[in-house]
């Protein structure tokens, strides 16, 4: 994906195409169950009346539910920031975990990103001594105001590979200007 080609970058495509053989032996999963998306939809500002009503339960109270790690309370693939109109930098810190479902015991991140952004991620590698164990990390994004008073996307992405596995995640950083 390229911004001179596709403005649109990362919103611009889907998940891709199907292969069967790589989907039944992914590397890496993001694991994730109904308390995370609960505890993101509070995050996100919804009422818990609306919360409750979407996993059918009878009341759910934000405020006695414990938040979800980082700056987006999700443990999910993908990683999207919006730059603050009229700062310098916005930074958004994401915290993720990933169960090895694969067979291979390392890791190790790269990280794609266009000018304008710096992304750092803690460990850059992760090593996995058994079947199923998980290894958190911390991502850290950082993108510089852009001058411009129009729509930005700039896309980027961190890639953790293996001998047999690439498991990527995408990475957008995005500027919707005040309508005044």
Known sequence: MSRRVNK???FAYGAGQLNPSRAINPGLVYDIDEMSYVQFLCHEGYSG???????????????????????????????????KNGQQQTVGVFRRRVTNVGSSPVYNATIKAPKGMKITVRPMSLLFTRPLQKRSFKVVVRANSTATSKYTVLSASLVWKSGHHTVRSPIVVYNIPDEK
Do not use: R, V, W
């Not at 759910?60 to 693939?77: E, H, K, Q, T, W």
């Open 8 to 10: 649109d970058a990362e």
């Open 49 to 83: 009346s609306s919360i409750a009503h979407l996993i059918g339960t009878k009341s759910i109270n934000c405020s006695s539910i414990l938040p979800g790690f980082g700056y987006d309370a999700l443990n999910y693939p993908s990683m999207q920031l919006n730059m």
